[in-house]
DNA sequence: CGACCGATCGTCT
DNA sequence: GACGATCGGTCGA
């Protein structure tokens, strides 16, 4: 047996991006919304660098009203919207103006998949229920009102149980869907779990 | 205020 | 594997 904890702020802001994208893998990402719980394991997430990854929202510096909340400290969530329909939940990361930030892909779905359904509008588990950060944001409940949130205490919640994935297991890869970002598109950034069903695309 | 574009998804082949 | 839907964010005028 082993205790479920939230993951600590130091989790957050003491490591590079990169690191905590892979660190992240195994842990669980839960929501409290309402009195209702619905939560995963994550299996795949992305590292977004900042000022100096072309495929970042805070490439070059950038910051507008969107991006702010990257350039706060780590812990919090940056949730936007993208092509006009999704809504994307990333974990940012690192010190006071260092806009890193991880997106969540996909997970494994623990506790509260009736609600997932029901949210999603799905009549039947399969595993696009959780795949895809579309999907994973849509299945939680997350939405741009919650850019922002403190991870430890506002209703979304990254817990460490104990479980580990072997380093054997896990797979890195290019970003799915930032060709606009040249030579950066190409960074080994994402991070997978080997022949989880959940994982997006392959490769 | 108008135009362009996107860290995607679901459907169809 | 390919492609169209869809609409807020962003930026230029």
Same mark, same amino acid.
């Given at each position: 047996?082993?205790?479920?904890? +939230? *993951?600590?702020?130091?989790?957050?802001?003491? /490591?590079?991006?990169? =690191?905590?994208?892979?660190?992240?893998?195994? $842990?669980? %990402?839960?929501?409290?919304?309402?009195?209702?719980?619905?939560?995963?394991?994550?299996?795949?997430?992305?590292?977004?660098?900042?000022?100096?990854?072309?495929?970042?929202?805070?490439?070059?510096?950038?910051?507008?009203?969107?991006?702010?909340?990257?350039?706060?400290?780590?812990?919090?969530?940056?949730?936007?919207?993208?092509?006009?329909?999704?809504?994307?939940?990333?974990?940012?990361?690192?010190?006071?103006?260092?806009?890193?930030? +991880? *997106?969540?892909?996909?997970?494994?779905?623990? /506790?509260?998949?009736? =609600?997932?359904?029901?949210?999603?509008?799905? $009549?039947? %588990?399969?595993?696009?229920?959780?795949?895809?950060?579309?999907?994973?944001?849509?299945?939680?409940?997350?939405?741009?009102?919650?850019?922002?949130?403190?991870?430890?205490?506002?209703?979304?919640?990254?817990?460490?149980?104990?479980?580990?994935?072997?380093?054997?297991?896990?797979?890195?890869?290019?970003?799915?869907?930032?060709?606009?970002?040249?030579?950066?598109?190409?960074?080994?950034?994402?991070?997978?779990?080997?022949?989880?069903?959940?994982?997006?695309?392959?490769?």
């Amino acid at each position: 047996m082993h205790s479920i904890k +939230i *993951l600590s702020p130091s989790f957050y802001t003491g /490591k590079d991006v990169v =690191k905590i994208a892979k660190e992240l893998l195994g $842990k669980i %990402l839960l929501t409290r919304f309402d009195g209702v719980e619905t939560s995963g394991r994550i299996v795949e997430t992305e590292a977004y660098a900042g000022e100096l990854d072309g495929a970042s929202h805070a490439y070059g510096g950038r910051r507008t009203a969107r991006t702010e909340v990257m350039y706060q400290e780590g812990g919090i969530a940056y949730v936007y919207l993208c092509y006009g329909i999704h809504h994307l939940f990333n974990v940012v990361t690192n010190k006071k103006d260092t806009p890193h930030a +991880i *997106l969540i892909r996909a997970l494994e779905p623990i /506790k509260g998949i009736e =609600k997932m359904l029901e949210r999603t509008g799905k $009549k039947k %588990l399969d595993y696009s229920l959780t795949k895809g950060p579309g999907n994973v944001a849509k299945a939680l409940g997350i939405s741009t009102k919650h850019t922002g949130y403190n991870l430890r205490t506002d209703g979304i919640y990254i817990m460490d149980d104990g479980f580990k994935i072997a380093k054997k297991n896990i797979h890195l890869t290019a970003r799915i869907g930032v060709d606009y970002a040249g030579e950066d598109a190409k960074l080994l950034y994402r991070f997978i779990v080997n022949d989880n069903p959940y994982v997006s695309a392959k490769k």
